[in-house]
């Protein structure tokens, strides 16, 4: 039976790398297939993943206390009360999906039409804004015209790609009104009925999986160690625990980081009377997800709108913006994260910049979480290869190591460390400077030995 199984495994594996070797596009267009059947489904998981949190939260901090204060054990013991505790899931739930769909509500009836709005008007009056930035310069500029000139015709191009791409590209997609949206989305009749489909799918999905999440990390523990070892099915476990924790840790965290700080920045610029603050909050709340990058890509969009409208309001703008991103930084971000991932700044914007070329938008946001696990995987395999040759498992171990002989540890700061490249050569710098004390060592040895 196991030859059985594995020569079966070897030739589904060998036909796999067959087909993705010689017929990749196929592969990758059923799977696309797949996936567009599934959406639904995914988008239901999806949702239950963010509320996941939400919903814990509603359980352990509203209604376990009540549940407790009358005397029900609703904990997941084997002697807790079965009943009560479904029944203070169902409230938990009920209170978690009323709560998503209010938002959900509100992102449609206030927060996008608004969006709408703005975006119309300023493609209404994009030719005055033009004006305005063309007398700035005019007056900024009088006395150098060959740089007047060249701003002139930059400001004519830059005007007509943003005009044709206005015109042309992005209002034909806005909807008049929200009562629109189905309308417009409708267009298509099946492709109307498939996105209400997917959609209220991906609802049910998501109250079920909400109700069940035990369930299914159960019969997952149950067929880990059914089919593994011992040591492996604990560790698959601790596996599948770390990516859970890293991925609720991190997106949930960025969540509601970057929903305080679009909430913040809404405030300031209502203070600040800068122009259009719901768009330009929606824009930095929604950048301000992506790690590293997403603050500035926010603050630089948020201004390029403003310099159209008023360049003096712009640079209040960036001000507020950078003093908002180090508060983030510094205080609000840590506060609510933490160190979630675990990467250095380094390894994110490695992440960033691998993932978001690899699965563009959808990179930019996973991409840290995923390299965070993968990332952790490997730290994990060389710990456990270090240890089976009876190595030190601590990094710090190893900054001032400069081999090892017959498992003896060799340090770079003993000079009599010669072996393995532990010691370079002079640099040129060195050389340089120290020219004239060696000649003259070597020219009183030659003295020496003449004499």
Known sequence: M??????????VCLMLAYYVIFD???????????????????????????????????????????????????????????????????????????????????????????????????????PMYIKNIDDYSNLFLANNPDLQQIIDSQLDNYYETLS??????????????????????????????????????????????????????????????AVLKEDAANELISGFRFVNYTFQGFIGGKLVDSLIIGVICYIGCIMLKIPYPVLISVVVGATNV?????????????????????????????????????FDGNILGPTILGNSTGLSSFWVIFAITLFGGLWGVVGLFIG????????????????????????DTRTNEYADLAYIEDGEYKLLSDKNNTKHNARKNSSAFKKLFHFDVKA?????KTEDETK
């Open 24 to 126: 990749g596009m196929t592969i990758a267009r059923n799977l696309g297939n797949i996936v567009d059947s599934l959406s639904g489904i995914i988008i239901g998981i999806v949702i239950a993943y963010i509320l996941i949190p939400l919903l814990e939260g509603v359980e352990h901090r509203i209604l376990m206390p009540i549940y407790k204060k009358h005397g029900y054990d609703v904990s997941i013991a084997k002697t807790a009360d079965k009943k009560k505790r479904s029944q203070m899931r169902k409230i938990s739930i009920l209170i978690t999906m009323t709560v998503f769909l209010i938002l959900l509500y509100s992102l449609f009836r206030v927060i996008i039409p608004q969006l709408v709005s703005s975006i119309r008007e300023i493609a209404n009056n994009l």
């Open 368 to 391: 840290v979480p995923i390299f965070a696990v993968f990332y952790a995987f490997v730290s994990r395999i060389t710990n456990v290869l270090l240890a089976r040759r009876g190595l």
């Open 2 to 11: 196991t030859w059985g199984i594995t020569i079966f495994v070897v030739c």
């Open 164 to 225: 044709s791409y206005l015109t042309q590209k992005l209002l034909p997609l806005l909807p008049g009104n929200v009562n629109t949206i189905v309308r417009y989305a409708s267009r298509s009749f099946i492709s109307g009925i498939k996105i209400v489909f997917d959609l209220v799918v991906g609802l049910i999905v998501a109250i079920y999986v909400l109700n069940s999440k035990e369930r299914f990390t159960t019969k997952g523990k149950k067929m880990a160690y």
């Open 290 to 326: 992506i790690p590293f990058f997403g603050p500035y890509i926010g603050g630089g969009v948020g201004a390029l709108i403003l310099v159209l409208i008023n360049p003096v309001k712009a640079l209040v703008f960036l001000i507020f913006v950078i003093v908002l991103q180090q």
């Open 440 to 444: 003259k060592k070597n020219d009183k």
